[in-house]
C-alpha cells in the first residue's frame, strides 16, 4: 500500500466539488458511526440554550413551483439531493414536493435562495 501525504490528502479535498464533499462526509460518518455535525451542536449548545425555547431547528424545504426556468430547477434539484436525472425531474413535475427534510435554517436558506435564484417558488415550513 503506497503512503499518502497530509499535503496529498489536503490537495484531494481541495479539488473535491461540493457534492463529492458531501458525499465523501456522509460515506465516512457511516463507515465510522460518527456525525460531523455533532462538534458543531456541542458548540452551539450554550448559545442555544439563551434562545427561545420556540425557534425552530429544522426545516422542510418544499418546491412550491417551477417557474419559467423548469431545466435549470431540475439541475439545482439534482445538485442538492444527488437524485438522478429522472427522479428530479419527477420530484419538479410534481410540485409541490418536499426538495430536503430536516435541514438547519442555515442550509434550508441557502436551498431557498438557490431555487429561487433559477425563478421557482420554495416555502420553509
Same mark, same amino acid.
Given at each position: !500500500?503506497?503512503? #499518502?501525504?497530509?499535503?496529498?490528502? #489536503? %490537495?484531494?479535498? %481541495? @479539488?473535491?466539488?461540493?457534492?463529492?464533499?458531501?458525499?465523501?462526509?456522509?460515506?465516512?460518518?457511516?463507515?465510522?458511526?460518527?456525525?460531523?455535525?455533532?462538534?458543531?451542536? !456541542? !458548540?452551539?449548545?450554550?448559545?442555544?440554550?439563551?434562545?427561545?425555547? %420556540?425557534?425552530?431547528?429544522?426545516?422542510?424545504?418544499?418546491?412550491?413551483?417551477?417557474?419559467?426556468?423548469?431545466?435549470?430547477?431540475?439541475?439545482?434539484?439534482?445538485?442538492?439531493?444527488?437524485?438522478?436525472?429522472?427522479?428530479?425531474?419527477?420530484?419538479?413535475?410534481?410540485?409541490?414536493?418536499? #426538495?430536503?427534510?430536516?435541514? @438547519?435554517?442555515?442550509?434550508?436558506?441557502?436551498?431557498?435562495?438557490?431555487?429561487?435564484? #433559477?425563478?421557482?417558488?420554495?416555502?420553509?415550513?
Amino acid at each position: !500500500m503506497a503512503s #499518502v501525504t497530509k499535503e496529498q490528502v #489536503v %490537495e484531494f479535498l %481541495e @479539488n473535491l466539488t461540493l457534492l463529492q464533499a458531501a458525499e465523501l462526509v456522509k460515506e465516512l460518518e457511516e463507515k465510522f458511526g460518527v456525525s460531523a455535525a455533532a462538534p458543531m451542536a !456541542m !458548540m452551539a449548545a450554550p448559545s442555544a440554550a439563551a434562545a427561545p425555547a %420556540e425557534e425552530k431547528d429544522e426545516f422542510t424545504v418544499v418546491l412550491v413551483s417551477v417557474g419559467e426556468k423548469k431545466i435549470d430547477v431540475i439541475k439545482e434539484v439534482r445538485a442538492i439531493t444527488g437524485l438522478g436525472l429522472k427522479e428530479a425531474k419527477d420530484l419538479v413535475e410534481g410540485a409541490p414536493k418536499t #426538495v430536503k427534510e430536516g435541514a @438547519n435554517k442555515e442550509e434550508s436558506a441557502k436551498i431557498k435562495a438557490t431555487l429561487e435564484k #433559477v425563478g421557482a417558488k420554495v416555502e420553509l415550513k
